[in-house]
């Protein structure tokens, strides 16, 4: 989101549920597209995650898909990420996450990909028609803060970072192009950067360079940054050494 002048985070508007949706169905087209130009080579390069090579990733993100368009597959993944999250004694996050992947562990990247290009209608579908009742349900959440979160929040913004950061991973592991523009990511970035900023409550001043990026303050003589916006997610998501306003972590 390139912007001429410097925005005060407390004027960016929070992200509401049907503007995540559209959101969402376009990121999982972007990262579809990308999907699709990828050689076989490709998708078996390491990603930023120890235990994902692209192929895994995106198993990842296509049972976290099926489980949005299946209230039964939703169930299901709970019950079992649970099991594994206690056995292992891992966040949930990561049980959930090895439940996704092993069971869709046959899958080539061609039968991959089709699965999930049907299944994204769906998703957005299922997420859309969540009841507003169900959505302000807390659940608890163990990693990588630990806190309650209203269900809608997961639904919403989680799982629309979680693509996006994805995406961007295959794109740094594979060399693929990352299309970013300022109506897309850059709106996704500055929702990180308003919560960023509701985290810490510091003041600052934050330039973030690239398509994506744009001026950012909050109060008086804090602390100034300059970074690229696609460097200033992965290092709040908790990815690399930070100091300072940095270290504060953004759930994604």
Known sequence: MTHLTTIDVSTIPAVNHGEAMRLQEAELKRALELLRTLGSEQWSKQTYCPDWEVRRMWLHVLGACEAGASIRENAHQMRAGRKLSKK????????????????????????????????????????????????????????????????????????????????????????????????????????????????????????????????????????????????FCSLIAGRGNTSGLLATIVPF
Do not use: C
């Open 88 to 231: 292992l004694g891992v966040p949930l996050e990561a049980g959930l996450s090895g439940v996704q992947v092993a069971e869709r562990e046959d899958l080539t990247p061609k039968e991959l990909l089709e699965q999930l290009e049907r299944t994204t209608p769906r998703t957005i579908k299922g997420r859309a028609r969540t009841p507003r009742p169900l959505r302000a349900l807390k659940i608890a959440i163990d990693g990588p803060v630990i806190e309650k979160w209203a269900l809608g929040y997961l639904i919403d913004i989680i799982y629309l970072r979680d693509v996006w950061m994805h995406r961007v991973d295959t794109a740094q592991a594979t060399g693929a192009d990352l299309v970013l523009t300022a109506d897309h990511d850059g709106r996704i970035v500055a929702d990180v950067v308003a919560e960023w900023a509701r985290r810490h409550g510091q003041p600052f001043n934050l330039e973030l360079t690239g398509t994506a990026g744009g001026s950012f303050k909050s109060g008086q003589a804090g602390e100034t940054i300059s970074i690229d916006a696609v460097e």
